[in-house]
C-alpha cells in the first residue's frame, strides 16, 4: 500500500518554493531503493544552478542530519540548459527541477521510523542574483511503501544524462585548446551539433564556439580552455548536449602542462614563466623580500644584538650563520610537511593557518613576552636552567642561533612578500615533493641575507667595538618583542573577544613574576619561585575557557565596504558590477599596513566608488574553507590577496601585496574610462 510520508517540509521564497520530497518504491527499508529529492519551483526566469555553474553563480548544495545506519549518496543532476546572460554563460534549471539523492539503508535503521534533515542553499537569479537556503525534516516510515511522488522521480530520472556502456572518450591538452574525441555515440547523432558542459567548474571558455566534426562515427572537438582556468582534472567527466538528449561520458585527459592552474595577470605568475625552476627563483627571492616585512622585525632585532655580540668571533658567527639556516630550512620543511599531510586529509588551510588558532597565538603572545623579560634584565636562561644544561649552551651558541631561525619562520608566517604567494600558490599545484623544494627555497631567501653577513669579514667590521652600548642595546630591542605581543593580543581579540584577552593578560602577568621570583637568588628562589609557578598554572587553567574560538562573529567592516561571501561575491558579479575583494586576517601585518593607509585613503576609496566597484572583505583570521578555496582558485594559498574582478567575462587582476594608491587608479583606469563612453 502507497503512503505519503509524515513530514514533507517546504520552504518558500520570493522566487522559489523548495519541497522535500521522498520515494520509496519497495517500501522504507534496508537493501531497497529509498530516494530522497528537493524539488526546486522556480519562479518565471529565474534559475538556479547545476554542478558546474558555468561563468559565475553556485551549484545548489545539500548538508544532510541522518539517523544511525542511513548514507546518502551525491545529487544526481538532470542534465541542465544552457544560460547565457550578456557575454556569461551558465548552467542551470528553470521552471520545476527535482534534485535526488539515493538512501542507503543499512541493518542498523531496520524496524524503525527515519527522520532525516537537510540544509540546502542555493543561488537563485535573473539580472540579480539572491543567496537562499532553507531547512527541512521529514519522517521515512518503517517498511511504507512511499509512491505517492513516483511521476516526479521518474522525470527526474529521465532527465538524467543517459551513461553508454559502449562509449569511448578520450582528451587531448594542446595549448589552450582541449580536444575531445568520442566514439560510440548513437547512429541518430551522427553529423549532429553537441555541445559539451564539463562537470569540473573553470576549466574551459563556455561562451566560445567550439569547433567540431564527425569522422567515422567519431565526434571531435576542440574545447577552449579558460584563460582563469583552476583545475587541470586528470580524468574529465563532461556532459554532451544534442537537443532534448543528453549524455554522461568519462575521458582521460593527457597533456597538461607543468604551469600554474589559475592564469591570473599580475606580479610574474607561475603560470607565465618557465615552469618549476621559475617558480623555485620566484620562491627565494619572495624570502629574501620577507625579511622586509614588518612581522619578521623583532626577529632583526635578535639578529643585530647576536651580530654584536660574536663581532669579533669570526667562527661563531660563521656557525651560528649556518645553524640558523639550518633551523629556518628546516622548520619551513616542517611548515610545509604539516600544510601537505592536513590538506591531504581534507582540511582548507594556507599560508598561516596555524595564527588561526587562539592557542597558537596565546603561546605565541608567551613566547614574545618571556623573550622581552630577558631582553630586559629580568630574569637570564642561564639561571633558570639545570647547571648542565646551562654549561652546555654556553659551550654551544649555534644552539640559540638554530632556535632562532625556527622562531624567524614562526613570526614570518603571517607575512606575504612579493612574488611568494604566486611561488606558494604553484608549489600547493604540485607533487610532494617539488612542494618541498619550493618552501626550501623560500627559507633560504629568508635565511640568506644573514648567511652571508655571517660568512662575509666587511660585515662585522662595520659594527662597534663590543663594549657597554650593547647592554643598553639588549635593552632597548626588548621593546619591540612587547610591541609584537600588543599586535597579537589584539589578534586573539579579534578571534575571541575581549575575555580571551582579559585572560591571557593575567597568564602573561602571572609568568613574569613566576620567572622574576624563579630568578631570585637563594632561599627567595623557592619561598617565592613555587608559589608563583603554582600561580601561573592556576593562571592558565582560568584563562583556557576563554581561548576559545568564538563562533562564527559576524566580522567588523568599515564603512564602504561589505563582508565577503562567496554567495555575495558571485551575486555582484552575476549583476556585471566590478568588485574588488580584500582577503585579510587580523594577524597578517602586511594587510593591516594596507588596510590602515591604501585602503583606508580617502581618495582612493572615491575613486572606487567613481568606478561603482563593489568593495568585499574576506577576514581570514579565524579558518574559514570558502576564504582558502577562493585563494586557491586564484593560485594563492595566504594573504594578503587584493583582486579586482571588472565585471563581465574579463579576467580577474591580482594586485601587488603591498598596496599603493597608484595601483589601484591604474588597475581602475579601464572601469573609469568605460564610464566615460
Known amino acids: 500500500m502507497a503512503a505519503a510520508a509524515q513530514a514533507a517540509s517546504t520552504v518558500e521564497t520570493p522566487n522559489v518554493r523548495a519541497t522535500l520530497l521522498a520515494y520509496a518504491p519497495e517500501g522504507v527499508a534496508a537493501g531497497q531503493p529509498v530516494w530522497l529529492g528537493l524539488q526546486l519551483r522556480h519562479r518565471p526566469h529565474w534559475h538556479t544552478y547545476w554542478k558546474n555553474p ?43 527541477v527535482l534534485l535526488p539523492v539515493p538512501l542507503d539503508l543499512s541493518d542498523a535503521a531496520r524496524g524503525r521510523d527515519l527522520r532525516v534533515r537537510l540544509r540546502a542553499d542555493w543561488l537563485v537569479c535573473r539580472e540579480t542574483c539572491i543567496p537562499e537556503s532553507g531547512d527541512f525534516e521529514i519522517v521515512l516510515p518503517a517498511g511504507r511503501v512511499l509512491a505517492a511522488n513516483r511521476a516526479a522521480f521518474e522525470t527526474a530520472r529521465a532527465a538524467r544524462p543517459a551513461v553508454l556502456s559502449d562509449v569511448r572518450a578520450a582528451a587531448q591538452v594542446r595549448g589552450d585548446t582541449l580536444e ?91 603560470a607565465a614563466l618557465a615552469g618549476f625552476a621559475a617558480a623555485l627563483a620566484l620562491a627565494l627571492a619572495g624570502g629574501v623580500l620577507l625579511n622586509l616585512m614588518p612581522c619578521v622585525f623583532p626577529i632583526l632585532s635578535l639578529k643585530v644584538l647576536d651580530f654584536a655580540r660574536h663581532a669579533d668571533a669570526r667562527r661563531t658567527r660563521v656557525l651560528g ?22 590538506r591531504a586529509g581534507g582540511e582548507q588551510l594556507g599560508w598561516g593557518f596555524q595564527l588561526q588558532e587562539p592557542a597558537f597565538v596565546a603561546a ?24 648542565s644544561v ?60 644573514y648567511l652571508l653577513a655571517s660568512l662575509v669579514p666587511a660585515v662585522a667590521r662595520l659594527l662597534p667595538k663590543p663594549g657597554p652600548w650593547m647592554a643598553r642595546l639588549r635593552t632597548l630591542l626588548a621593546f619591540p618583542m612587547f610591541a609584537t ?42 619561598g617565592l619561585g613555587v608559589p608563583a609557578l603554582a600561580l601561573a598554572a592556576a593562571a592558565g587553567v582560568w584563562a583556557a575557557p576563554a581561548l576559545r574560538p568564538a563562533g562564527d562573529v559576524p566580522p567588523a567592516v568599515e564603512a564602504g565596504w561589505m563582508p565577503w ?28 599596513v594596507n588596510k590602515r593607509t591604501t585602503l583606508t585613503d580617502p581618495a582612493v576609496l572615491a575613486d572606487f566608488e567613481r568606478a561603482g566597484v563593489a568593495l568585499l572583505r574576506a577576514d581570514w583570521t579565524a579558518r574559514d574553507p570558502a576564504i582558502t578555496a577562493a585563494l586557491a582558485q586564484l593560485g594563492r594559498s595566504g594573504v594578503p590577496v587584493y583582486v579586482l574582478y571588472p565585471g563581465g567575462a574579463r579576467a580577474p587582476l591580482v594586485l601587488n601585496e603591498l598596496l599603493s594608491p597608484g ?15
Open 54 to 96: 558555468g561563468d559565475s553563480g553556485l551549484p545548489t548544495t545539500f548538508e544532510w542530519t541522518l539517523p544511525d545506519g542511513v548514507t546518502a549518496g551525491g545529487i544526481e543532476w538532470p542534465a541542465p540548459r544552457p544560460l547565457p546572460f550578456g557575454p556569461l554563460v551558465n548552467y542551470g534549471y528553470e521552471g520545476t
Open 180 to 270: 575531445v574525441e568520442v566514439a560510440g555515440l548513437p547512429v541518430r547523432l551522427h553529423g549532429a551539433t553537441l555541445r559539451l558542459l564539463p562537470e569540473t567548474e573553470g576549466l574551459i571558455d563556455h561562451a566560445r564556439p567550439v569547433p567540431q566534426s564527425w569522422q567515422a562515427g567519431r565526434w571531435q572537438g576542440r574545447v577552449p580552455l579558460s584563460s582563469q582556468r583552476s583545475a587541470s582534472p586528470e580524468r574529465l567527466a563532461m556532459v554532451l548536449l544534442a537537443g532534448a538528449d543528453s549524455f554522461r561520458v568519462d575521458a582521460p585527459v593527457a597533456g597538461w602542462r607543468a604551469a600554474m592552474d589559475a592564469a591570473v595577470p599580475a606580479e610574474p605568475a607561475p
Open 321 to 342: 650563520g649556518l645553524a640558523y639556516t639550518v633551523g629556518v630550512l628546516l622548520s619551513f620543511l616542517a611548515l610545509a610537511g604539516a600544510l601537505i599531510a592536513l
Open 364 to 387: 605565541l603572545a608567551l613566547l614574545f613576552t618571556l623573550i622581552g623579560l630577558n631582553l630586559a634584565g629580568v630574569f637570564e636562561v642561564r639561571g633558570l636552567l639545570p647547571g
Open 390 to 449: 646551562a654549561g652546555w649552551r654556553l659551550h654551544h651558541p649555534a644552539a640559540d642561533a638554530f632556535l632562532t631561525g625556527v622562531l624567524a619562520v614562526v613570526v614570518a608566517s603571517p607575512c606575504t612578500a612579493p612574488f611568494m604567494g604566486a611561488a606558494l600558490g604553484f608549489a600547493f599545484t604540485l607533487p610532494a615533493a617539488q612542494t618541498l623544494l619550493i618552501f626550501a627555497a623560500l627559507g633560504l631567501g629568508l635565511a640568506l641575507p
Open 485 to 526: 605581543v600588543v599586535w597579537l593580543l589584539w589578534v586573539l581579540g579579534v578571534q575571541v573577544g575581549v575575555a580571551g584577552v582579559v585572560g591571557l593578560l593575567g597568564v602573561l602577568l602571572a609568568v613574569a613574576f613566576a620567572v622574576w621570583a624563579w630568578a631570585l637568588p637563594g632561599r627567595s628562589r623557592i
Open 565 to 592: 561571501t562567496p554567495e555575495r561575491e558571485a551575486s555582484l558579479r552575476a549583476s556585471g558590477q566590478p568588485v574588488f575583494v580584500d582577503f585579510t586576517a587580523a594577524w597578517c601585518i602586511t594587510c593591516q
Open 663 to 677: 595601483a589601484i587608479r591604474t588597475a581602475l583606469d579601464p572601469l573609469k574610462r568605460k564610464e566615460t563612453l
